[in-house]
């Protein structure tokens, strides 16, 4: 008798969003492109073969994640400990001042970085989260989670058994990639692809 088919988890972060400074940045929503960038994703060949979908509580990963709830038929899990690594201490940011924090969180995980949640939290955080969500997920389809691009980054490099490394985080700018890997054995199947390639 074969084995079954390795039940697969796809970690996505969500694609470009409105950036507004006036707005907290966990409201922001998806943009045009971003939204018409989540529409293709829902022909990716894995989609017809998920039996169970979750998402941050953020705007922006509600949005995708609504999306590919229409595309598949699967109601929306929301858990809050599938957001964004804490950045609240700060705020929104000018894109290079954001850069260069990103780049010291990464590069000193055991400090918080101006109020920022410490990155060893964070990764500890998000790897609980995703090992709740293969715990109680119905079905025994693909797995998707609509997250964000730094904590996938941390669980990422979790997976690969490395240490903490910006190296590990999503390619190109604008959200919009997906990584895949084994449910059981936790085995990373490919690291990020975008989510409309």
């Not at 074969?2 to 922001?28: C, K, L, M, Q």
């Not at 985080?169 to 919009?176: E, F, H, I, R, Y």
Request: charged share 20%; with cysteine; glycine share 10%.
């Amino acid at each position: 008798m074969s084995a079954p088919p390795a039940r697969i988890v796809y970690f996505i972060t969500h694609p470009n969003v409105v950036i507004d400074p006036g707005t907290t940045v966990t409201e922001w929503p998806l943009s045009s492109l971003g939204r018409m960038r989540m529409v293709k994703a829902c022909v990716q060949p894995w989609v017809p073969a998920l039996s169970a979908l979750y998402s941050s509580a953020e705007r922006k990963a509600l949005d995708g994640a609504e999306i590919l709830s229409a595309a598949s038929d699967l109601p929306v899990s929301v858990r809050a400990d599938l957001g964004e690594n804490d950045r609240s201490a700060t705020g929104y940011l000018p894109p290079a001042e954001f850069e260069g924090l990103a780049d010291r969180f990464f590069a000193e995980p055991e400090r918080s970085v101006r109020g920022w949640g410490r990155a060893v939290d964070e990764q500890a955080r998000i790897v609980g989260a995703v090992d709740a969500v293969i715990a109680e997920a119905p079905g025994n389809g693909g797995i998707a989670v609509v997250s964000h691009g730094a904590v996938g980054a941390l669980l990422l490099a979790h997976l690969l058994g490395e240490a903490i490394s910006r190296r590990f985080d999503q390619p190109g700018a604008g959200g919009g990639n997906f990584f895949a890997f084994d449910a059981a054995t936790r085995a990373v199947l490919h690291a990020w692809r975008p989510i409309d390639g």
